[in-house]
């Protein structure tokens, strides 16, 4: 099918975003880290943790891709596309341990508020937005197409809004004096983070689990397949993703031979499965009239 073929032109048009996005933040995130402890902000500090992260998260993400780029053989006999949703569930993870570090660091100051140098932490933050931007829209349109992408864009999304909060906190300091509403945009960032985070390592999870892919609805896909003429039954239903974008299905269907051989029957669903549903591997065993099965066991997610 020509579906393989368009999954890997989508991965080389990640590919290429993903190098240039890392490119970018890579070569800022020295400079942020070297601002932080130079202008004695916290949240640009936080900033810049999440600059770092940003950095490993789309180097994570290009591994990914390499290693899903390996063709199936007698060990892996699915391929290793997988290995993109292990990269989205570490960055999950990564997240979330850098949002809780944020946040301890922000009681911590708040108790011994620091002197901030406001004017650095300004044009230091601006420029962190300005590569922010660029990344994110390298990254956007990618991101509704890989979760292994969505998890960089999202580190991404979240380092920009940081840095919005970052410029919002050097303004006020700078015209205020309030050193404290350093560790408060701080510890704001971190709790936006969190439950985006939390999507992203859940829809990764129901992956790796095996979960019926978001998206599909299983017993919409058993009635379309019930639809389909020379179908009496369906039992055994497994909908599964081996990856974004790549849902696999396997089931056991009960023909009727007036419906047409059992080869006929079995390219109507094959066909009706991928126009309707974007299933692109489906494995149907067709059976004869006189099978026999467990009604309480027809349908499994």
């Not at 916290?42 to 770092?52: C, N, P, T």
């Not at 969505?150 to 205020?176: C, Q």
Request: aromatic share 8%.
């Amino acid at each position: 099918m020509s579906a393989g073929h368009s999954h890997g032109q989508i991965r080389a048009g990640h590919e290429r975003k993903l190098w240039f996005a890392l490119g970018l933040t890579g070569s800022f995130m020295i400079a942020e880290v070297i601002g932080a402890f130079v202008t004695g902000s916290l949240a640009l500090l936080s900033d810049a943790a999440h600059m770092m992260t940003d950095a490993l998260a789309l180097a994570i993400s290009l591994v990914a891709i390499q290693v899903a780029k390996r063709p199936a053989d007698r060990k892996g006999t699915f391929g290793y596309a997988r290995f993109e949703i292990l990269a989205a569930a570490f960055n999950a993870l990564l997240l979330f341990a850098v949002a809780f570090y944020i946040l301890y660091e922000a009681y911590q100051r708040l108790q011994a508020p620091a002197e901030i140098q406001s004017t650095g932490m300004l044009l230091i933050a601006v420029l962190g937005l300005v590569v922010n931007l660029i990344s994110m829209r390298l990254l956007s349109a990618a991101s509704g197409e890989s979760l292994n992408v969505k998890g960089a864009y999202l580190e991404v999304w979240s380092d920009m809004l940081g840095s919005i909060g970052v410029i919002i906190a050097a303004v006020v300091i700078m015209f205020t004096g309030w050193g404290w509403l350093d560790s408060v945009v701080a510890a704001a960032i971190g709790f936006w983070v969190l439950p985006r985070t939390w999507t992203l390592l859940k829809e990764s999870m129901n992956v790796l689990l095996q979960g019926v892919p978001d998206g599909l609805d299983i017993d919409q896909v058993e009635q379309a397949i019930r639809a389909v003429p020379g179908v009496k039954g369906v039992h055994d239903l497994h909908i599964w993703a081996l990856t974004s974008g790549k849902n696999v299905l396997s089931t056991h269907l009960l023909a009727d031979a007036s419906g047409g051989s059992e080869q006929q029957i079995l390219s109507r669903v094959t066909e009706m499965l991928h126009e309707q549903f974007d299933i692109s591997h489906a494995t149907i065993q067709v059976e004869g009239e006189g099978f026999q099965h467990d009604e309480h066991d027809e349908v499994h997610a």
